[in-house]
């Protein structure tokens, strides 16, 4: 079975400053690992997705992730945080074609 | 290209009643997978289905919820004799069926039990 840990459900940055989200998860085979964004009352938008390719995968405004096997870690990482970020993170497992499992979420806040 | 579509995007029910959520999938996908996201929580896988099959049903509860995936038109979740307990968000995504397992998410209905 799979699952994912996000640790921290609230992050607090500063506008300008580096953003790191983190994620680790568990899988009894080679997973596929996703993190989806999600702003107030909305769905949830795909900002970028490790599929067994390149292990730095960069996604859509400026965040990208690196998939580290040896820490079974996938941290969302962003170098500028911009007030547009704020909104709701989540790190997802899955093992190929099937159901996605969530990690429970990390609310990042920007302040000016 | 349009996205998922989910509606109604705001469902208000009463105890006991029934709560239909509809969801159009994206052009050209035949998967589909539905999400319930409580508050203040993640989502929770409830069930996946393929044209006219159930493939997962393992997040679904036991009694009251069923869905179903017709050969012409939009899936259906429905849930019977509703409780309080069922207030949630429910999304709704699709994928194209190939490996990378890639799901486009809907805007979710929001269903509210009174």
């Known amino acids: 079975a799979q699952s994912v840990t996000q640790l921290g459900s609230h992050v607090s940055v500063s506008e300008g400053a580096l953003v790191l989200l983190r994620c680790n998860y568990s899988?009894?085979?080679?997973?596929?690992l996703f993190w989806y964004v999600q702003y107030p009352n909305q769905g949830l938008q795909l900002l970028l997705k490790?599929?067994?390719?390149?292990?730095l995968v960069k996604g859509i405004n400026g965040f990208e992730a690196e998939f580290k096997k040896s820490e079974t870690s996938f941290h969302l990482t962003k170098p500028s945080a911009h007030m547009s970020d704020a909104a709701e993170y989540f790190c997802a497992v899955s093992t190929g074609f099937q159901k996605l499992v969530f990690g429970t979420g990390t609310r990042l806040l920007v302040s000016p | 290209n349009a996205g998922v579509m989910q509606n109604p995007r705001h469902l208000v029910r009463r105890r006991g009643q029934e709560a239909r959520l509809r969801c159009s999938p994206m052009?050209?996908?035949?998967?589909v997978y539905w999400y319930r996201q409580l508050p203040e929580e993640g989502l929770k896988f409830m069930v996946y289905l393929q044209k006219e099959n159930i493939i997962d049903e393992s997040g679904m509860p036991k009694e009251r919820f069923s869905a179903e995936f017709p050969k012409e038109g939009p899936s259906i979740l429905r849930i019977q004799q509703v409780v309080r307990g069922d207030s949630a968000a429910y999304f709704c995504?699709?994928?194209?069926?190939?490996?990378?397992?890639?799901?486009?998410f809907g805007p979710g209905t929001r269903l509210t039990v009174l």
């Open positions: 995504a699709s994928s194209p069926g190939d490996n990378n397992n890639e799901q486009f």
């Open positions: 899988s009894s085979v080679p997973p596929y």
């Open positions: 490790y599929t067994s390719a390149a292990t």
């Open positions: 052009k050209g996908h035949s998967h």
